[in-house]
């Protein structure tokens, strides 16, 4: 399986005024945080991409798999209806559940080993991120700005539990499962 994506918006988990009131820093003057908290912002927002194998924010990818006379589920979440699924450059017909993210190719002349392309937007809606990941992140970008060296080995082991375990109830599998 190979798969990019190209982001149809920038990756936001939050914005720096929510980030400011989170770390309690509402009046800002010095630059140096300013854009230290934009690193961090970004920092955060990939590290919950990854630690959920979701895109956070719209993106259109491209899956290119080998065909296996089976169902796939669509990677990355909140799956959107494909817009192209081609075999060899020729499109096929296909079904796809919104509810499963499922794609199941219907044309006959597709054979098992065939590589298929699939072209389709993934990721949540602007503010559509789920308050948990939110949260996570949250947590993430607090721990970050307090510890802004590396942690010993007793303060890695307390903080970032949380939203490890909150990232990963939010965890899907980042290869098309296949049924």
Same mark, same amino acid.
């Given at each position: 399986m190979f798969s990019k994506?190209?982001?149809?918006?920038?990756l936001r988990i939050m914005t720096?005024?929510?980030a400011r009131y989170q770390l309690?820093?509402?009046?800002?003057?010095?630059?140096?945080d300013d854009e230290y908290l934009?690193?961090?912002i970004a920092t955060v927002g990939e590290l919950s991409e990854k630690g959920t194998n979701?895109?956070?924010?719209?993106?259109?990818?491209t899956l290119?798999? !080998?065909?296996?006379?089976?169902?796939?589920?669509?990677?990355?979440?909140?799956?959107? !209806?494909?817009?192209?699924?081609?075999?060899?450059?020729?499109?096929?017909?296909?079904?796809?559940?919104?509810?499963?993210?499922?794609?199941?190719?219907?044309?006959a !002349?597709?054979? !098992?080993?065939?590589t298929v392309r699939v072209t389709y937007v993934a990721g949540y809606a602007l503010n559509g991120i789920p308050t948990p990941i939110v949260q996570a992140a949250m947590i993430m970008l607090a721990n970050?700005?307090?510890?802004?060296e590396d942690l010993v080995e007793v303060q890695l082991s307390a903080a970032p539990m949380r939203s490890r375990e909150i990232l990963a109830s939010y965890r899907i599998p980042i290869k098309p499962g296949v049924l």
């Amino acid at each position: 399986m190979f798969s990019k994506f190209e982001r149809l918006q920038p990756l936001r988990i939050m914005t720096k005024d929510y980030a400011r009131y989170q770390l309690n820093v509402i009046d800002f003057e010095d630059d140096g945080d300013d854009e230290y908290l934009d690193q961090l912002i970004a920092t955060v927002g990939e590290l919950s991409e990854k630690g959920t194998n979701r895109l956070l924010n719209r993106a259109m990818v491209t899956l290119e798999y !080998t065909y296996k006379g089976k169902a796939i589920t669509l990677p990355y979440g909140e799956a959107q !209806t494909p817009t192209s699924v081609q075999v060899d450059g020729e499109d096929v017909t296909f079904v796809f559940n919104d509810l499963s993210e499922q794609l199941s190719i219907t044309d006959a !002349t597709v054979v !098992t080993g065939d590589t298929v392309r699939v072209t389709y937007v993934a990721g949540y809606a602007l503010n559509g991120i789920p308050t948990p990941i939110v949260q996570a992140a949250m947590i993430m970008l607090a721990n970050f700005y307090e510890h802004r060296e590396d942690l010993v080995e007793v303060q890695l082991s307390a903080a970032p539990m949380r939203s490890r375990e909150i990232l990963a109830s939010y965890r899907i599998p980042i290869k098309p499962g296949v049924l």
